[in-house]
């Protein structure tokens, strides 16, 4: 680690492949594309020759434009764009020179090169988020007939499959899935209209210099932008990436509540024979992974409000979202991408603890199944209130005493004028209560693995 390190995303958090897309050298190779784009588009419409385009086309992209150049150039200029406008027109012949930059504002490139990154970026997490769909389809798909005690407000419930748990979190995945698509359209977009957004500099072909430019490089035209591209569509890209991790988030909040150990029902990959959970616990086994899940997602989330504070800008613009930006997007593609690959390291080697889940089903003694018995009661003629009522009042007497549910059903008179030892048997089956768990989760499974 360099002491001159602050940010932990400099040697704790984020995976290579992504934060190379927000390095400077990344950064400093988009803006340079851009120019060149520019550069070719402005050749096709014959307003600067084809030899100059072709010279800042090869200049721009075999890294005659050094950074640390750039940096100089800054240093003393005391500006961004122009330093690397100056640092690709010293690499070019006075001939091309000339030519580099022509019409364009300093945001046509930024927000254009902004674009290349994000598209770079979107790739990899659409390519995450497939993967944790099906990580999670699998187990849907593995444990469909896994029975385990349903819960809601953290209480017993009635039961439910672990497939189909991990079914709901994996369609939840596939509608990201979805989102992410959808956005592109909107995010992936470059700008070529100058100064204020009319395009004057460059006359009357400026719709077609923007719609040569883009198409070159693979991005969406838009319609009217101001000098910079409206930030309503990085807010919109940052509100998905917190969508994301808040499922995320979610997902780790659940096994982190099933690995306690008086549930104990499922646990996250611990390598025993090394791992240390404890400098001083030596007994422990934290589940570390998914509470870094939770603590990274809390971060993505807090990058909403920056991002949302970026949408009103003076005029036809200002400078105050530029340097909120160089935080807010870098940042929240690092983490998510982070996340997501955090997620499917946990559901990959998530340790299902089959014989727990049914341990946990038998010390409910029966009331779990109290809703089964009042359905059960109702199928033989009993009215709903009645038969709720009847079921309440027997459940709660099980809990104070520790005796089991259908102990007490069995012996009750009115229970028996309708149901048989052998219907109350049947009724406090959980294997005979799942509903259509598996058809659910069949029909989910099915449906991931559409996703490509």
Request: glycine fraction near 6%; charged fraction near 25%.
């Amino acid at each position: 680690m360099s002491e001159k390190s602050v940010c932990p995303l400099d040697f704790r958090y984020g995976h290579p492949s992504m934060k190379a897309i927000f390095s400077d050298e990344n950064k400093l190779r988009s803006l340079l594309q851009v120019e060149a784009a520019l550069a070719r588009a402005h050749a096709k419409l014959g307003t600067i020759p084809a030899s100059a385009a072709e010279e800042i086309s090869k200049k721009a992209s075999d890294g005659s434009v050094k950074p640390a150049r750039v940096a100089q150039i800054e240093a003393q200029i005391k500006h961004d764009i122009m330093a690397v406008v100056k640092g690709l027109t010293e690499q070019c012949s006075p001939e091309a020179g000339r030519y580099v930059h022509l019409g364009a504002t300093s945001n046509d490139i930024i927000d254009t090169a902004t674009a290349l990154q994000i598209k770079q970026a979107l790739d990899i997490i659409e390519k995450d988020v497939v993967k944790v769909t099906r990580v999670l389809a699998n187990l849907a798909a593995k444990h469909k007939n896994t029975i385990m005690v349903g819960r809601t407000h953290g209480q017993w419930a009635i039961p439910t499959t672990f497939g189909l748990k991990m079914a709901v979190y994996a369609l939840e995945m596939a509608r990201h899935y979805e989102r992410l698509l959808e956005m592109r359209p909107r995010v992936c977009v470059g700008k070529m209209l100058g100064a204020v957004g009319t395009g004057a500099a460059f006359g009357k072909k400026a719709l077609k210099v923007q719609s040569l430019v883009m198409e070159d490089l693979g991005l969406e035209v838009p319609i009217a932008t101001t000098q910079i591209l409206q930030r309503d569509r990085y807010a919109e890209m940052a509100f998905h990436l917190a969508n994301i991790a808040s499922s995320l988030e979610k997902f780790a909040t659940e096994v982190r509540n099933l690995q306690r150990r008086e549930i104990g029902e499922v646990q996250e990959f611990f390598d025993a024979k090394k791992q240390v959970g404890s400098s001083t616990m030596a007994q422990k086994r934290n589940p570390i992974t998914s509470e870094n899940i939770c603590g990274l997602a809390r971060v993505v989330r807090g990058l909403l409000v920056t991002s949302f504070e970026n949408i009103p800008t003076w005029h036809e613009r200002d400078l105050t979202n530029s340097s909120a930006e160089r935080f807010t997007i870098p940042h929240a593609f690092v983490l998510t991408d982070h996340l997501l690959r955090n997620t499917v390291q946990v559901f990959e080697g998530l340790h299902v603890n089959k014989a727990n889940m049914l341990a946990n089903l038998e010390r409910a003694k029966g009331e779990i199944m109290a809703e089964p018995m009042m359905m059960a009661l109702t199928d033989k003629g009993m009215g709903r209130q009645e038969a709720h009522e009847l079921v309440r009042q027997l459940s709660m007497k099980a809990s104070s005493s520790g005796k089991d549910l259908a102990v007490l059903l069995k012996s009750d008179k009115k229970v028996k004028k309708f149901l048989s030892p052998k219907d109350i048997d049947a009724a406090v089956d959980p294997k005979n209560y799942l509903g259509v768990a598996q058809e659910v989760v069949d029909t989910a499974v099915a449906l991931c693995k559409m996703i490509k």
